[in-house]
C-alpha cells in the first residue's frame, strides 16, 4: 500500500502543478503538451488524478498516518 500511496501522491503533485499552470495561462496544459496526440491516455491520466485525490482523501484523514510512520493504513 505504500508503493500505491507514494504514486497517489505523486500524481495529484502533478495534477496540482499542472492546474495552477493551467490557471496562470492556458496554453501551459503540460498533460496536453506531453500526451495531446494520445487523447485517451490524457484523459486516463486526468481520470487517475482524479482517483489519486479520491484515494488520499480516504486513507489521510486529519493527518497522513502514512507518511509520518513509514506504513500506509488500509
Do not use: D, Q, R
Request: glycine share 14%; hydrophobic share 55%.
Amino acid at each position: 500500500m505504500k508503493i500505491l500511496h507514494t504514486v497517489a501522491f505523486f500524481l495529484l503533485v502533478i495534477g496540482g502543478l499542472n492546474w495552477a499552470l493551467v490557471g496562470v495561462n492556458p496554453e501551459w496544459n503540460v498533460v496536453k503538451m506531453i500526451l495531446g496526440g494520445w487523447p485517451i491516455v490524457e484523459s486516463l491520466v486526468y481520470v487517475l488524478v482524479g482517483l489519486s485525490g479520491i484515494l488520499l482523501v480516504a486513507t489521510c484523514k486529519g493527518g497522513c498516518a502514512a507518511c509520518s510512520s513509514g506504513t500506509c493504513s488500509k
